[in-house]
């Protein structure tokens, strides 16, 4: 059975840095692309940030709003895909999820099919 | 980053009803566009991948249309348990962004 589990959130001030981390377990982690979604208090999805497998380059993305801030990795060896948070902001309050993206061979779409239970983070003096 | 505009935001609705959602995106993604249902303390549940295929399990009172930048998600004869949050996503470039939701209510 597939698992996602974040930990690393918690309180911290304007400014700092905070790293999450998602230990997968019940599938082969490095054949799949991973994916950071968070939902602030009241608000919407919002996708993050995304890194490839490492058989597509193990690459990373991130959106605009975090972009230069916000970093994503892996640990394949781990099981581990982590997101790097630096200088952080109080908008960044949110829940923060791990999720699996999966290829559908049939329609050639990406999709996500697997999430965490989320990691809170407030970001607060 | 390709940019979402999903419309309402809110929807009320009753049991029977038909119900339209849309979604708009700021390029051309073809049919890389998903759907998902959010209800309050689960995980969000992919409904429809690549704007048109139902996924297994899924009641088919629910479908997807749309290609290119404007795609819709109908929900026909609204049950009690349709009544949550849905989202569509973009899977084109990622970081695969979210439109804004719609949180559909009785």
């Known amino acids: 059975e597939v698992h996602l589990v974040e930990s690393g959130g918690g309180l911290v001030q304007p400014g700092r840095s905070l790293r999450l981390s998602c230990t997968a377990s019940g599938f082969i982690f490095g054949e799949y692309a991973m994916n950071w979604v968070r939902q602030a208090p009241g608000k919407g999805l919002e996708g993050i940030g995304f890194?490839?497998?490492?058989?597509?380059?193990?690459?990373?993305v991130c959106a605009a709003s975090v972009k230069g801030r916000f970093t994503i990795s892996r640990d394949d060896s781990k099981s581990i895909a982590y997101l790097q948070m630096n200088s952080l902001k109080t908008e960044d309050t949110a829940v923060y999820y791990c999720?699996?993206?999966?290829?559908?061979?049939?329609?050639?779409?990406?999709?996500?099919?697997?999430w965490g239970q989320g990691a809170l983070v407030i970001v607060s003096s | 980053d390709i940019q979402m505009t999903q419309s309402p935001s809110s929807l009320s609705a009753s049991v029977g009803d038909r119900v339209t959602i849309t979604c708009r995106t700021s390029q051309n993604i073809y049919t890389y566009l998903n759907w998902y249902q959010h209800k309050p303390g689960k995980a969000p549940k992919l409904l429809i991948s690549a704007a048109s295929n139902l996924q297994s399990g899924v009641p088919s009172r629910f479908s997807g249309s749309g290609s290119g930048t404007d795609f819709t998600l109908t929900i026909n004869s609204l049950q009690p348990e349709d009544f949550a949050t849905y989202y569509c996503q973009q899977c084109y470039i990622p970081p695969y962004s979210f439109g804004q939701g719609t949180r559909l209510d009785i």
């Open positions: 999720t699996r993206v999966n290829y559908q061979d049939y329609d050639g779409n990406s999709v996500i099919d697997y």
């Open positions: 890194i490839r497998s490492k058989n597509y380059g193990g690459t990373s």
